[in-house]
T-cell receptor, first 114, second 113 residues
Framework: SAVISQKPSRDICQRGTSLTIQCQVD?????MFWYRQQPGQSLTLIAT?????????ESGFVIDKFPISRPNLTFSTLTVSNMSPEDSSIYLC???????????FGPGTRLLVL | TQLLEQSPQFLSIQEGENLTVYCNSS?????LQWYRQEPGEGPVLLVT?????EVKKLKRLTFQFGDARKDSSLHITAAQPGDTGLYLC?????????????FGQGTTLQVKP
């Protein structure tokens, strides 16, 4: 398994501001993923973050809105830019241990935008 | 687009009852994972099934991967209030090297004492 931490665990932000979410893993991993989840609903993949290359974004998500950094094999950040109430959600990072077979998730960051 | 149809979406049962959650697709997956998520936490991996026809048991939970690797089921025997949570299935596409998973819509289970 993998131990994954996220900061902050929750935040309340004002419209138009930006929030950077950190994801730290206890060991080196190749692939990290960022998801968004509405309460009680399933997960939507935002992007894949690989060390040493640009993040790969899913349809409907763009780098200007969700810039991602992956400076090393144990850390990544996701920024939610120019926030609106529609960005209120849970943001989760995950890591891939055995490619395509096992992903482990962080505890999530609960974001409320007023 | 490959989809995983998960059913039912909501389930409210009494303690001691049995239940089955289904994940179906028209596409083949190289593996399928089941997760449980409790409020305020991230999804926790329960099991990964890889081989068509595979059956795995985790205490009162039984997971099955269809012979054609297009569907899976989760059966819980004698459900307990501690089983309450959001259950998610997720499939991996073996032909892709991206490591991405496709998630079902989720099943919210409530087990009443």
């Amino acid at each position: 398994s993998a131990v994954i931490s996220q900061k902050p665990s929750r935040d309340i932000c004002q419209r138009g501001t930006s929030l950077t979410i950190q994801c730290q893993v206890d060991s080196q991993v190749t692939m990290m993923f960022w998801y968004r989840q509405q309460p009680g609903q399933s997960l939507t993949l935002i992007a894949t973050a690989n060390q040493g290359s640009e993040a790969t974004y899913e349809s409907g998500f763009v780098i200007d809105k969700f810039p991602i950094s992956r400076p090393n094999l144990t850390f990544s950040t996701l920024t939610v830019s120019n926030m609106s109430p529609e960005d209120s959600s849970i943001y989760l990072c995950s890591v891939d241990r055995v490619r395509g077979e096992t992903q482990y998730f962080g505890p999530g960051t609960r974001l409320l935008v007023l | 687009t490959q989809l995983l149809e998960q059913s039912p979406q909501f389930l409210s049962i009494q303690e001691g009852e049995n239940l089955t959650v289904y994940c179906n697709s028209s596409s083949v997956f190289s593996s399928l994972q089941w997760y449980r998520q409790e409020p305020g936490e991230g999804p926790v991996l329960l099991v990964t099934v890889v081989t068509g026809g595979e059956v795995k048991k985790l205490k009162r939970l039984t997971f099955q991967f269809g012979d054609a690797r297009k569907d899976s089921s989760l059966h819980i025997t004698a459900a307990q209030p501690g089983d309450t949570g959001l259950y998610l299935c997720a499939g991996a596409r073996g032909s892709s090297n991206t490591g991405k998973l496709i998630f079902g819509q989720g099943t919210t289970l409530q087990v009443k004492p």
